[in-house]
C-alpha cells in the first residue's frame, strides 16, 4: 500500500506477487510494489523484507502532471518498497531511509505496449527513491525482464535523487533486455539500459554515493531494440 508517513521496526516474511493483465488496454498503470510497503512517503527506519516479491505482466506510466502522491509516475519495483519521497526529481524533500534491508529474491517480468514511453525502475532495497538512503543492504537475488523504453536497476535502489551511504550489495542482479517471455506480441525490448550494483540511475541533480559497496556479480543478457 501507499503511507504518507513515517514507518518503523517492520518486517514482512511473506511472499508478496502481483499479476498485471496481458491486455495493454487492461495494464495496471504506475504501480509501485514492494515487499514491505509500495510506496514510503517519509521516514523509513529498520524496515525489512525476507519475502519473495514478484511482478508480471503489462505496466503502464502515469503523466507527469498525474504523479499524485507518489513522488514519481513510472512503474517502480523494489525488495522492501517499491518507491520512497513525495517530491519528483530534484525537488526539495522531506524524509530518508535508514537501516533497511531486503534478503527475499525479487522477479519482474514486466512489458509496455510498443509505442508507449515506460520508465521501469527496480532496486534491492527500493525502485525509485526522492530521499536519502543510510546503511541499507540487499542480499536477495534480482531478476529483471524488462520491455520498456527506458529501465533502471540498481542493487540498493534503481533511481537516487539523493545521497547513498554506507549501503552493501551481496544480490546477484540479472537483467534480461530481450524480455522474450513477455506477451503481447508488439512488446518492445527495452531501449535504454542503466545497471549497477549500488545506484542504477541519478536525476539531473549531483548526489553524494559515499561508503557503498557492490559483493556481487551483475549479469546482462540481449540486445536492445
Do not use: W
Not at 156 to 176: F, M, W
Not at 182 to 194: C, E, M, N, R, T
Amino acid at each position: 500500500g501507499y503511507i504518507e508517513g513515517d514507518i518503523e521496526n517492520c518486517e514482512n516474511s511473506g511472499e508478496v506477487s502481483i499479476i498485471s493483465p496481458d491486455d495493454v488496454s487492461a495494464s495496471s498503470t504506475r504501480p509501485a510494489i514492494g515487499g514491505v510497503c509500495g510506496y514510503i512517503g517519509y521516514n523509513a527506519k529498520s524496515c525489512t523484507n525476507k519475502g519473495a516479491v514478484t511482478a508480471k505482466g503489462v505496466y503502464a506510466a502515469g503523466t507527469e502532471g498525474n504523479a499524485g502522491a507518489l513522488g514519481c509516475h513510472q512503474p517502480l519495483f523494489g525488495g522492501v518498497f517499491g518507491g520512497a519521497g513525495i517530491a519528483y526529481q530534484a525537488a526539495a524533500d522531506e524524509g530518508e531511509i535508514v537501516d533497511c534491508h531486503n534478503k527475499g529474491n525479487a522477479t519482474f517480468v514486466v512489458e509496455q505496449k510498443k509505442d508507449g514511453g515506460t520508465q521501469s525502475r527496480l532496486g534491492g532495497v527500493v525502485g525509485y527513491s526522492s530521499v536519502p538512503l543510510t546503511g541499507c543492504t540487499n542480499t536477495g537475488a534480482l531478476t529483471f525482464k524488462p520491455g520498456h523504453a527506458k529501465s533502471m536497476m540498481g542493487g540498493i535502489v534503481g533511481y537516487a535523487c539523493k545521497d547513498v551511504t554506507s549501503c552493501i550489495n551481496e544480490g546477484r542482479l540479472d537483467y534480461n533486455g530481450r524480455a522474450d517471455e513477455l506477451v503481447p506480441a508488439d512488446a518492445k525490448a527495452s531501449g535504454q539500459i542503466y545497471l549497477a550494483g549500488i545506484v542504477g540511475y541519478t536525476a539531473e541533480v549531483v548526489i553524494t554515493i559515499k561508503n557503498c559497496e557492490n559483493k556481487a556479480p551483475l549479469s546482462y543478457t540481449g540486445q536492445n531494440a
